[in-house]
């Protein structure tokens, strides 16, 4: 047991060292794949699978193992072997008939106290044109959502560039390793309306107010007696042409809608 | 200081969005429509001659007084919806209308000329069985109402109860039906099925039991339906099995079983497996019924018998007849008789009830609309005239709930469509262009064939074009000599044509009962109605509008699909908007459940958009289906995707379509079920424009929208409805890819949820749970600085996650439903149509609901116009568009753009229809109705004049100077 949790000392070593970077994952390539099943961190894995078929009739193997670790940060790593030189030759067949490169993983949870009921029926799949992983030479995202309890909901894969635009691509450089971001997305929680700091901002307004009584008169209050006058003498003017009064009130009345 | 400029700045912003209906306004372009659903209950105010009340109580809870004149609503009372509200019985005496409610929990009062309500008693708790006026010496004085173990006598003028009593051996006896001759006792009567029949008899004043006697009836299933309480109390069953007759006289102490009449002595037979229908009349409560009676034996055969001395005689024979029904007035009885005359029409005759010899003269033709349904009420209104004969009227109802009201000799006096109270959904379609139009745009639909006849073509639309032209300006020289009040142009459907900017248009309509309509979107006026028989109750419909009117000579066409909601299995049916005719395109068979419809952009060789319908073993139907079709179909198919939702399950699945027209499934997304359930998913609109691609911010810099037209929206609930767990989840999935793009949940938080998606924002409602209160709540997706490909969006290639900017606030009122404005190039800005319970609908502009409103004011969001963040939402009074024109029981808003960039139409249904526009960022296009056009134009020739003089002037100086 010491051994294994050296191994995943010196693996979680990788990783951060990896992690600088990728940011948000870990991609491991040329390990063995039988390892990455067995191996049992404090976290448990589940196998990614992926098919691409000329026929587009999705049969689908191992292409890598997801690790999960438990604690409040669910953190991924895939560790994934290298594509073989056949699977190389039917990728870029696929994709030079626009097929698809689809990906899935079984339905979890990756609450660890859940482990007995974390296995449930069913899988959560995914695509990405195939031409698009060959041309960004095996570059590609894969993002795992969970929902609020921590099952895993839905897997998306995209690649960067996510254009097909015909490229030829050298195989046996490009096509050698994939170069895998990983991570793994909770729900955000959404804002609640914020009454607590409006009320906080406009109680400094208010103090800001009561500082400065000058300030705190109104517009009438500092300015009455010259509009009291104005009005006045308004009235009066406006008295003796009624008629013209009502119509440019009309008219400002239209121009304000 | 700054804070001046804030508020200057934000009244302002008010002022700019602030819009209201002048007062000379109203009614100009906006109408309304009141409904009452499907009457259960109509009464005639036969309380004085001259009265044109007519009390009608509804399936919607619904208490209404109509003018029997006009058909018009004199007051309605909208009562809660659901059981709590639903009126069990009606009865009126006088100036008086008692209503029970609600199963029997409510007794009311009603004053019935104003509809104020006298009083209202709480009753004891049990289901409602039957209720009845109770009479002592020929006056009305008391409302009996029987429950399942108990009977309750109140007073009629206060509502007070004068007694209530346990019925005996209420767990055994199913007590239905309440009698009451006005002799001082109240026969409560029950049954025990297939053994015996069971009578109490209490008294008027203390609710004491008299008597009780149970008699031998081993054939009896149901009391209610199959008895009926004729002459001076003498209970008359009828039943299908033995084919018999039975009396009973409910007083007598000696007869203990009942006397069995069988219908052969009289020559009458039941058709099989219908169940006889007995009907009785009793005119005044306080005395007792008539001996005179209805009995229905097929449902087309219905006969008059007259019960004498213990003996049943016939006394009219009606075969065939539709309906029929007793009217009093004074002291005659009538009874009135629908029978079919032919196909299209029906004959109602009057007569006398107590002889069955009909009245001369007094033939009604009822005219069965073709596109309608049978009738299946009538209601008859009988009067005197002044030389004492009795004249009447009649209000049929049909299964399409049309209630028409007719009078001799057969004119339709009113018609209500009453299944618009129920509407489901609807689409606006264009008006048909004017013919001279359409015969220019029909040039260029034609197949070119040569030059000189395309010349020759050309002139000659041109000629048509002058003429109409010509005609038209006759004709306003013409109208303009007459007053303007004169000047009425009806719409009918020969006049139907598209106005000068698309503001009038085709509402199509469909009701939950299987009626659709066509109306005149300005006017409110029914241009054609189709009734289609057959639907189940709680059936689905889909409208979808395949072609629009922009290819003439092809007409436009709509096609609804109808999918039963227990089997799912559909049904479609196509027609022609504008005629509301039934197309006669060959539709696919559906013979599996339908899933989902898809509308595609690809259009078949008539200009008709494809309908693709995926049944459950994903297998697609494309509609049409011509080679053209399948074709294109087979070109585009690697792009047409699709997704299916099954909510049971929690699972999003995509597809892809193949060559083959079959299916592949490419992604799929599991919601555990468990944890928090689907409520709704929604796309977004397809005629949506958006003209803007992106914000320009306060330091000028571009803010660029994430518009993926392929964006859902999905709000889930959780399943644990616990006020401090409870939460709403918001998923934005992309619906070709699958990909998650954004995933929240609102904390605390509960349905029911109401929630637009638009653009690159959704706005949902929901019910905070822990501070008691209505939110929204505003989620807007940008892609950032830049545009990752700025000429062409695919899901397919946007590798990278949009920023999102959520934001919330508290909204002070309930919500009934939320939809968004529409404008036809997007320019004009958005505003949010609120559907309030009280009936309202309020406009609140978009910019209110705007995440990056910020909390503190600074120089760049300023610049940028934005409100300052306040959490709560106003409601100002002036952003109500119906004004006082309220809409009871709001259920959906259906906006479309008009033809002006600046207006959208908008139909809020519910109980009532409310149409009306809007204009979200002012009526920029338009010139004001109180535009000064002489002012303008003087002013304009002024400075003609005025440069021309000057022109002239400065000439002569210039001249003068060179001759110097």
């Known amino acids: 047991m010491a051994a294994i949790r050296s191994l995943s000392l010196i693996l979680s070593v990788l990783s951060i060292i990896t992690l600088l970077w990728t940011q948000s994952g870990e991609c491991n390539n040329g390990r063995r794949l039988g390892d990455a099943v067995d191996t049992d961190f404090s976290g448990f894995s589940v196998p990614l699978e992926h098919s691409f078929e000329v026929d587009d009739v999705p049969r689908f193997h191992l292409r890598g193992a997801l690790q999960f670790r438990g604690g409040r940060e669910n953190s991924v790593y895939l560790s994934q072997n ?35 009921e974390r296995q449930s029926e069913g899988y959560l799949t995914a695509f990405v044109r195939a031409c698009s992983l060959v041309e960004s030479h095996l570059s590609d995202v894969i993002t795992l959502h969970t929902d609020v309890s921590g099952y895993v909901i839905g897997i998306s894969i995209v690649t960067i560039p996510g254009s097909c635009r015909g490229i030829e691509v050298e195989d046996e450089v490009d096509l050698e390793v994939f170069n895998t971001t990983i991570s793994v997305v909770a729900p955000v929680t959404a804002p609640a309306p914020e009454t607590a700091p409006y009320i906080e901002r406009m109680e400094q307004e208010m103090e800001k107010k009561g500082k400065n009584p000058q300030e705190q008169k109104s517009f009438f209050a500092k300015y009455w007696m010259y509009i009291v006058p104005l009005v006045l003498f308004l009235m009066m003017s406006g008295a003796q042409d009624q008629s013209g009064g009502g119509a440019g009130g009309g008219a400002a009345n239209g121009g304000g809608r | 200081m700054a804070w001046l400029v804030v508020r200057l700045a934000i009244s302002v912003s008010l002022l700019y969005t602030a819009s209201a209906v002048f007062e000379d306004q109203v009614g100009k372009f906006d109408w309304r429509q009141q409904f009452i659903g499907k009457v259960r209950f109509a009464l005639f105010d036969t309380h004085s001659q001259a009265s ?8 919607k809870n619904v208490f209404a007084s109509l003018n029997s004149r006009t058909g018009d609503l004199f007051w309605r009372h909208v009562d809660k919806t659901g059981p709590e509200g639903h009126i069990d019985a009606l009865l009126m005496y006088g100036q008086d209308a008692v209503v029970v409610v609600g199963n029997g929990r409510l007794l009311r009062s009603w004053e019935t000329t104003v509809g104020g309500l006298k009083w209202e008693a709480v009753l004891d708790t049990g289901s409602f069985q039957a209720a009845a006026l109770v009479g002592v010496q020929d006056f009305v004085k008391y409302v009996a109402v029987l429950k399942k173990s108990a009977i309750s006598l109140h007073d009629l003028s206060s509502g007070s109860q004068i007694w209530v009593e346990n019925l005996p051996d209420s767990d055994t006896v199913q007590y239905q039906t309440i009698y009451s001759g006005g002799n001082g006792l109240v026969f409560v009567l029950g049954f025990v099925p297939n053994s015996h029949i069971v009578i109490v008899e209490y008294k ?78 009793q005119p005044n409560p306080a005395q007792p019924p008539l001996a005179e009676f209805f009995l229905q034996l097929s449902p087309d055969h219905h006969i008059l018998l007259q019960l004498k001395d213990g003996l049943i005689a016939p006394l009219r024979d009606f075969n065939p007849s539709y309906l029929a029904a007793f009217a009093t007035s004074g002291e005659k009885t009538v009874a009135a008789v629908m029978s079919p005359k032919n196909d299209t029409a029906c004959s109602i005759n009057l007569f006398s009830a107590d002889t069955g010899r009909r009245h001369l003269d007094t033939t009604i033709i009822y005219h069965m609309d073709p596109n309608g349904g049978k009738p299946n009420r009538l209601y008859v209104h009988a009067f005197l005239k002044k030389d004492d004969s009795v004249g009447y009227r009649v209000m049929v ?47 260029f639909g034609k197949k070119a064939d040569g030059l000189l006849p395309m010349v020759l073509k050309r002139l000659s639309s041109q000629f048509i074009l002058l003429q109409a032209w010509m005609a038209h300006l006759w004709k306003l020289f013409y109208d303009a000599r007459k007053p303007r009040s004169s000047v009425k142009n009806e719409v009918t459907i020969d006049t139907l044509s598209r106005d000068e900017f698309n503001l009038q248009k085709m509402m199509v309509m469909v009701t ?48 609804l699909l109808i999918k039963d909601k227990d089997t799912g299995l559909g049904s479609l049916y196509v027609f022609n908007p504008i005629f509301g005719k039934k197309s006669h395109i060959s539709v696919p068979a559906l013979p599996r459940p339908v899933l989902q419809t898809l509308l595609l952009p690809v259009i078949d060789q008539d200009y008709a958009k494809v309908l693709l319908l995926i049944d459950d073993q994903n297998k697609v139907t494309a509609f049409p289906s011509t080679k053209n079709v399948l074709q294109q179909l087979q070109d585009t198919a690697s792009s047409i995707f699709f997704y299916l939702v099954d909510t049971s399950q929690g699972k999003l699945s995509g597809f892809r379509l193949r060559m083959d027209l079959s299916t592949e499934l490419i992604w799929e997304v599991v919601i555990p079920t468990e944890v928090q359930k689907i409520v709704a998913v929604k796309g977004k609109r397809a005629n949506e424009h958006v003209h803007s691609q992106g914000r320009v911010m306060g330091d000028r810099s571009v803010l660029y929208k994430y518009l993926n037209p392929n964006l859902l929206a999905v709000i889930t609930e959780s399943t644990d409805t616990h006020q401090e767990r409870s939460f709403v989840g918001i998923f934005l999935i992309d619906g070709v890819t699958g990909r998650i793009v954004h995933e929240a949940v609102q904390r605390k938080a509960r349905g029911p949820v109401h929630f637009v998606h638009s653009e690159n924002w959704v706005v949902y409602v929901y019910w905070n749970s822990k501070f008691r209160r209505n939110e929204f709540s505003v989620l807007e997706l940008f892609e950032g600085a830049e545009l990752y490909n700025s000429t062409v969006f695919s899901s397919l290639d946007r590798p990278h996650p949009p920023q999102v900017l959520q934001q919330s606030y508290i909204f002070p009122a309930p919500i009934s439903t939320l939809e968004a404005t529409l404008t036809e190039k997007g320019i004009t800005s958005r505003h949010l149509l609120v559907g309030l319970p009280s009936g309202n609908i309020l406009s609140l502009p978009k910019m209110f609901l705007d995440p990056r409103r910020p909390e503190v004011v600074s120089e760049q969001s300023r610049e940028e116009n934005l409100i300052p963040y306040a959490p709560e939402m106003p409601i100002r009074t002036e952003w109500f568009i119906n004004y006082n024109q309220t809409v009871s029981r709001v259920r959906g808003i259906y906006t479309a753009p008009s033809g002006l960039e600046s207006t959208c139409l908008v139909v809020a249904y519910g109980l009532d229809i409310y149409q009306t526009r809007v204009f979200p960022s002012k009526q920029f296009d338009v010139l004001k109705d109180d535009y000064d056009y002489v002012l303008i134009s003087s002013v304009l020739f002024g400075l003609f004049f005025a440069t021309m003089i000057s022109k002239r002037l400065a000439e002569v100086k210039l001249l003068n100077r060179a001759w110097r």
């Open chain 2, 397 to 443: 109802q049909t299964e399409d709930l049309t209630l028409t009201f007719l009078q001799q000799p057969g004119r339709v006096v009113w018609m209500r469509e009453e299944a618009l109270a129920d509407v489901v959904t609807m689409e606006m379609v264009d008006l048909p262009l004017t013919g001279t139009q359409a015969e220019l745009e029909g040039e």
């Open chain 2, 52 to 59: 044109k009340k007519l009390l009608v109580a509804t399936d």
């Open chain 1, 82 to 116: 290298q594509p073989s030189e056949k699977d190389r030759n039917i990728l870029k067949e696929v994709a030079a008939v626009d097929g698809l490169y689809r990906i899935r993983v079984p339905r979890v949870s990756l609450q660890v106290d859940r482990q007995t």
């Open chain 2, 512 to 559: 939950a009962s299987g009626k659709l309509f066509g109306i005149d979107s300005k006017s409110g006026t029914i241009l054609w109605k189709q009734y289609l028989e057959d639907i189940q109750p709680n059936s689905i419909f889909k409208l979808i509008v395949q072609r629009t009117t922009a290819h003439f000579p092809h007409p436009p066409q709509c096609t």
């Open chain 2, 204 to 281: 008027i004043e203390d609710g004491e039991i008299m008597k009780k006697k149970s008699v031998e009836a081993a054939w009896m299933s149901s009391l209610e339906n199959s008895c009926a309480v004729i002459s001076s109390g003498i209970l008359l069953c009828v039943d299908q099995i033995t084919q018999s007759l039975y009396t009973l006289p409910l007083q007598s102490a000696e007869q203990t079983e009942m006397r069995q009449i069988h219908l052969q002595t009289l020559d009458l037979e039941v058709a099989s497996e219908f169940q006889p229908v007995l009907t009785s009349t």
